[in-house]
């Protein structure tokens, strides 16, 4: 199974953007859904998880308020919204797939490939 992640791109502050994460397979209803994120020089830090089998969701203090993760499991898709936007959310954007209800990157054994946030003050 692979996740592919797209809808990253130039952004002024104060705007949106959407991310999507498809799964080339099923989703199982064990999983947990979550995306990460990696600005240059630093760690890949959490940003938002949900479970597949239903609508629970965690969010790092960064995004709450800001950031929304959903999923349509009959698309195998995973959305991040993203509004209000702030130049400290530029990064690389990774969706991952583990069983844990983590924040650790070490509990996720399937990533996409990333996808770039950039966002202009």
């Known amino acids: 199974v692979q996740l592919q992640a797209y809808g990253g791109g130039l952004v002024q502050a104060g705007g949106s953007l959407r991310l999507a994460c498809t799964s080339s397979?099923?989703?199982?209803?064990?999983?947990?859904m979550a995306w990460f994120r990696q600005a240059p020089g630093k760690e890949r830090e959490f940003v938002a998880l949900?479970?597949?089998?239903?609508?629970?969701?965690l969010y790092a203090d960064s995004a709450k308020g800001r950031f929304t993760i959903s999923r349509d499991t009959a698309e195998n898709t995973v959305y991040l919204q993203m509004d209000n936007l702030k130049p400290e959310d530029t990064a690389v954007y990774y969706c991952?797939?583990?069983?844990?209800?983590?924040?650790?990157?070490?509990?996720?054994?399937?990533w996409g490939q990333g996808t770039q946030v950039t966002v202009s003050s």
């Open positions: 991952a797939r583990g069983i844990q209800w983590s924040q650790h990157t070490s509990d996720y054994f399937s």
């Open positions: 397979g099923r989703i199982f209803s064990s999983a947990v």
């Open positions: 949900t479970r597949w089998s239903r609508a629970s969701t």
